[in-house]
T-cell receptor, first 115, second 116 residues
Framework: DSGVTQTPKHLITATGQRVTLRCSPRSGDLSVYWYQQSLDQGLQFLIQYYNGEERAKGNILERFSAQQFPDLHSELNLSSLELGDSALYFCASSVSGGGSYNEQFFGPGTRLTVL | AQTVTQSQPEMSVQEAETVTLSCTYDTSESNYYLFWYKQPPSRQMILVIRQEAYKQQNATENRFSVNFQKAAKSFSLKISDSQLGDTAMYFC?????????????FGTGTRLTIIP
């Protein structure tokens, strides 16, 4: 158990819908990262938040957005869903910001299926 | 931008044998980290081993060791005395040394099967 929690574990929805994935980082971790793992794109970085602020953006679609709340949990919002958005979405957290290496701890992932 | 290439989509080896997984990367950075992650059928991402680019000594964690060739931009993983529990997808990953921004760039993975 990494200490990172993600809900829900599984999500099945229809094209055109909107969903929200939730992540709670390890206690004390300030950074949250979102990654997408799909058959087509492999494992790719989407976005990072550090202490409530967006820190880095990767290959995140405009239909996707994220935020990190004052209690440091994060939500990834996916809208106007398409079949190709079906994937495993990971959240990871790290202490971050210390000027040295900080390990990222991965949550168990949310499996999104778009029908 | 950094790229990570794993040229072996699948490998299999007999239990107790040694196997080496290959990874090459491309970057113009001088300070960075390299990783091997394991993803078993449970889908959990597990860090296996880490290498700092500024360190010449190859990292070792029990049965897992790396061969880091910085000039060649090569980073292979050796698993000794392989066990059934080593069956998993293995991802090579790159992280640029960057204060407060530690995104990982992954390769496409190698599916390793340990045969009893």
């Amino acid at each position: 158990d990494s200490g990172v929690t993600q809900t829900p574990k599984h999500l099945i929805t229809a094209t055109g819908q909107r969903v929200t994935l939730r992540c709670s980082p390890r206690s004390g971790d300030l950074s949250v990262y979102w990654y997408q793992q799909s058959l087509d794109q492999g494992l790719q970085f989407l976005i990072q938040y550090y202490n409530g602020e967006e820190r880095a953006k990767g290959n995140i679609l405009e239909r996707f957005s994220a935020q990190q709340f004052p209690d440091l949990h994060s939500e990834l919002n996916l809208s106007s869903l398409e079949l190709g958005d079906s994937a495993l979405y990971f959240c990871a957290s790290s202490v971050s910001g210390g000027g040295s290496y900080n390990e990222q701890f991965f949550g168990p992932g949310t499996r999104l299926t778009v029908l | 931008a950094q790229t990570v290439t794993q040229s072996q989509p699948e490998m299999s080896v007999q239990e107790a044998e040694t196997v080496t997984l290959s990874c090459t990367y491309d970057t113009s950075e001088s300070n960075y980290y390299l990783f091997w992650y394991k993803q078993p059928p449970s889908r959990q991402m597990i860090l296996v081993i880490r290498q700092e680019a500024y360190k010449q000594q190859n990292a070792t964690e029990n049965r897992f060791s790396v061969n880091f060739q910085k000039a060649a931009k090569s980073f292979s993983l050796k698993i000794s005395d392989s066990q059934l529990g080593d069956t998993a997808m293995y991802f090579c990953a790159f992280m640029k040394y960057n204060f407060g921004n530690e995104k990982l760039t992954f390769g496409t993975g190698t599916r390793l099967t340990i045969i009893p």
